[in-house]
Nanobody, 125 residues
């Protein structure tokens, strides 16, 4: 599956952004999806994950209560709603997909086989 992330931008602290991840190729319903982020000099870190049909979600502690991951399999897309953004949320955000037959949420980057190109989110203080 090929993924294309979009929706990044510049926002002031406390603001919101909604990232989208559009999939093409096999149906995205075959895949668990996740969002990761990376800043220069740091490893890519898990932000949020969602199971194939969206019944299970998992979040990094740093974004719990502020970010919401969702998906629309009919539209072959995933989303990350980011609220109450903080300067430390500044990063390049990547969406990822992992083909699986289970309903698990995947939180390890090494388990994902498909990655989008990344979209930059900048939060000013």
């Amino acid at each position: 599956v090929q993924l294309q992330a979009s929706g990044g931008g510049f926002v002031q602290a406390g603001g919101s952004l909604r990232l989208s991840c559009l999939a093409s190729g096999p149906p995205v319903s075959l895949y668990a999806m996740g969002w990761f982020r990376q800043t220069p000099g740091k490893e890519r870190e898990f932000v949020a994950g969602i199971s194939r049909v969206g019944t299970k979600r998992n979040y990094a502690d740093s974004v719990k209560g502020r970010f919401i991951i969702s998906r629309d399999n009919a539209k072959n897309a995933g989303f990350l709603q980011m609220n109450d953004l903080k300067p430390e949320d500044t990063a390049v955000y990547y969406c990822a997909a992992h083909q699986t037959v289970t309903g698990a949420v995947i939180s390890t980057s090494g388990s994902y086989s498909s990655w989008g190109q990344g979209t930059l989110v900048t939060v000013s203080s």
